[in-house]
């Protein structure tokens, strides 16, 4: 009789217990915006911690006070007694330890939902909503999480963080505190949390300073002033070097475009400030055309590191000096040569910024040169020959402009090539110049050049007397590449990713955008947040 009172004594307390835990998270959480709108989590956890307590073992030994109360000491009078609520006791202990997952499902069908982490406050291990985003946010005081809601309508987590009363801001002018001017509500886009949009909110201060000064206090989790987290930076950042489109990385991250650009460019104002002022030896000066209308942009770029220092907007000489007065002086101290094509505007602006710096002139836009002329005289002996009924020419544009490695095994054009044509006589001095290429001594190359030059004169052909005219003004640049042997091989390597840059965003009208894109794909910078 007295084990069948005992154990219905117990199963009815624990029901009771499970019953007042149950309605007390009904009413502390579901309902407590409505009746009791200002309770916090630390107060439903307080009650219903007095409800149900954690600790199994003050479970049992209540019971076991409240019958000695009950029957006056009676029950410990008898040996047996005594040895059977002991008996009881462990067994509810080892009862409610191994079923705690059962207990917890009881729980859930009662409360006719899915407990959050917090509900299970009795669990050791478990933490919970708040605590979590504690930890994972890496808050520390003054900076805590007060309230965590969950929207399951529009897919959304909102974390509210708040300020420990009583916090005071330093003043770096007078070492005291400073003065709080006012408070302002901001919110940040943080990591989805599963498939939950979540955003950070809190109202943080602006502080006075002695000297006038008002300024919006750091926040640990973004940097100042911005929209988005300092892990969603990361992971915005990281995207974009992926997949290279700002609207495709937008959509897939449910962000606003400009907040996309936006983190591109803070990225890239990180980088341009960590990037180490290391010395550059050779450099290369070349333009971009990057929207109709003949509308160029100079980029400098650094040959040895395959990236781009920096670019400006236009062509001009004072463009090219801005770019050069990037560098600093020891920077510009070190550089050895510059490589470009032949312009003007440029080779004035490496003259008086860099005068210890030799000039090479890019050996591609040169063999560019001798191609056009080429291509001139062949249009022109082409339109000679049509007036007499002749097509020798046609459709052989191409076959002139290639190198004699890839048509010594054509049968067609050494057929053409038989019939001494101007364009013959053309074609055979440009491949003759590239032996040019080849010396090593500056001696040899000018006694090379001379010969060529006198070839040149000799053939009568104008436009191939033009192009050999503008190498004798520039060849001391011609000559520095048998010295430093470097090109813009690489600068027009960087233009043709700059060219997919520009058809990844569907065309760029504005300069800044160009420049921060180029900057974040091919500038090599560190674009991690601080």
Known sequence: MFWIKGIKSALIALCASVMLASAAYWCAWLNRATIWPNITDDLVSTLLNLWFPSQLPVFTVGILVYYVIKLKGKVLSNRRNTYAWLLLSVLSMLVLTFWKSSFNLVLRVICCESLPVWACWWSRGWVKDSEFYQQVLGLQTPWKVEQVELDMAAQRVVVHVGVEP??????????????????????????????????ISAQVPSVKYADGRVEEVAVPWAERYQRVTRLMAQAVVVWLQACGSVSQVAKVMRLHWHTVNAIMKAAVERGLERRQREPIQYLGLDEKSFRRGHVYATMLNDLDGGRVWDLVEGRKEEQARKLLQGLDATQRAGVKAVAMDIWSAYRNAVENLLPQADIVHDKFHLCAYLNKAVDTVRKAEHRQLARSGRQTLKGSKYLWLRNFPDLRLQPSFRQLYRLNLRTSRAWRLKETFGGFWQYCYEGSARKFFGDWLAQVCRSGLTPMKKVAEMFVRHLPGLLNYLKHRITNAASEGINSQTARIIANARGLSCFENLRTRVLFFLGKLDLSPA
Do not use: N, S
Request: net charge positive; proline share 3%.
């Open 166 to 199: 009583g916090t005071k801001w330093g003043d770096p002018v007078t070492r005291g505190a400073a003065h709080v001017h006012q408070w302002r509500q901001r919110t940040w886009r943080h990591l989805d949390t599963c498939q939950f949009e979540t955003v």
